[in-house]
């Protein structure tokens, strides 16, 4: 079973993807932070969010996921970066580096892999990220797309930069999340949008036990249906 959600910077699509995971007994396969790891290899090697940078990176990086248990962790290579991926400063430019073609077809080819691994080995996956359902899996049965307000967005983006030790204001992550937002929607190369056959969910007077209990329950539906 593939299960995608989609949607924009902070709508709770990573904190719902995992947890549903854990409660279907699936894995969790986070696609915003595999091209965060790419983001944070351009930064090391001071290659620019161009064609010719990513020509000149990509050869030198090689990105994988592992589980311990249930908890994915992040490689650039040997390295273990599922903390260093989560600053503002790779957050600036993650958007800009995804858009790159030799990006996304790499990226593209390794989450199939990594995913179609993973729903062999363990039942199902669910991913997350802008485009899951419209290039990754477009044959996932369950596709959901998650929304909300932008200030509850910037507000949960916020309190994870916080917690990481970052110091930025409220003002700052908004224009941020703004900005990545455009970026998202109207960049050539699989912009942010809702496949045809995905839920909508507005998550912005949502709980975090609400929005798993919602994919939760399009998961079984569809396994009742038999389809």
């Known amino acids: 079973m593939i299960v ?12 719902t993807a995992r947890r549903a995971a854990a ?5 969790y396969l986070d696609t915003g932070a595999m091209y965060r790891a ?4 351009f930064l090391r090697a001071e290659a620019p969010a161009t064609p010719s940078g990513a020509n000149a990176a990509l050869p ?13 962790q992040v490689f650039l290579g040997d390295e273990e970066v599922t903390d260093r991926i989560r600053t503002a400063e790779v957050g600036s430019i993650v958007s800009d580096i995804s858009t790159l073609a030799p990006v996304r077809a790499y990226m593209v080819e390794q989450q199939r892999r990594i995913g179609r691994e993973q729903a062999e080995r363990h039942g199902g996956v669910v991913l997350d990220g802008r485009d899951t359902g419209t290039v990754v899996f477009p044959e996932a049965p369950v596709k959901i797309f998650m929304v909300a307000d932008i200030d509850e967005r910037a507000r949960r983006r916020l309190q994870e930069y916080e917690a990481a ?7 700052e992550v908004r224009t941020e999340i703004e900005e990545r937002d455009r970026q998202d929607r109207t960049r050539n190369i699989a912009p942010l949008r809702r496949a045809d056959d995905a ?9 975090i036990a609400e929005q798993v209990g919602f994919v939760v329950d399009r ?4 396994e009742e249906r038999g389809t």
């Open 38 to 41: 790419v983001a944070l290899g």
């Open 165 to 171: 030790g970052e110091e930025v204001t409220f003002d």
């Open 60 to 72: 030198t990086l090689e990105v994988d996921v592992q589980y311990e248990g249930e908890a994915m």
């Open 4 to 15: 995608t959600i989609d949607g924009p910077a902070g709508s709770g699509k990573s904190t």
């Open 199 to 207: 839920t909508v969910f507005d998550t912005t007077d949502c709980t």
């Open 23 to 27: 409660r279907l007994d699936y894995v």
């Open 219 to 222: 998961v079984k539906a569809h």
